[in-house]
């Protein structure tokens, strides 16, 4: 397993944007799929995005196609994502997950299939 460690999180202004860094430790980085999620008050935890261990396939929830990328530097064991154009349903705590070699028929929006999770990071945007 890895270990992950997220930041990057903060209080931004609706119309802005942040860049969430998930760092690993551990490993094998480079073979795990990464993904992003996210819990808002009172709410399940959802799937934003996720990327395979190459960085050239990536996945995003539908509503936030457009505003959110998500990309990873192996060599850094880190992987980002990039939020623009921030509106306050945004405010979460967003959780960053590895899982080590999925296989094709795992459905990586399930937060279940992941092995390991960092603590989370707050994300509030102000109207």
């Known amino acids: 397993q890895v270990q992950l460690v997220e930041s990057g999180g903060g209080l931004v202004q609706a119309g802005g944007s942040l860049r969430l860094s998930c760092a690993a430790s551990?490993?094998?980085?480079?073979?795990?799929?990464m993904g992003w999620f996210r819990q808002a008050p009172g709410k399940e935890r959802e799937f934003v995005s996720a990327i395979n261990w190459s960085g050239g396939r990536t996945y995003y929830r539908d509503s936030l196609k457009g505003r959110f990328t998500i990309f990873r530097d192996n060599a850094k064991k880190t992987v980002y994502l990039q939020m623009n154009s921030l509106i306050p349903e945004d405010t979460a705590v967003y959780y960053c997950a590895a899982r080590f070699a999925p296989k094709e028929s795992d459905d990586i929006t399930l937060g279940t299939i992941y092995d390991s999770w960092g603590q989370g990071t707050q994300v509030t945007v102000s109207s």
């Open positions: 551990g490993r094998a980085f480079s073979t795990y799929t």
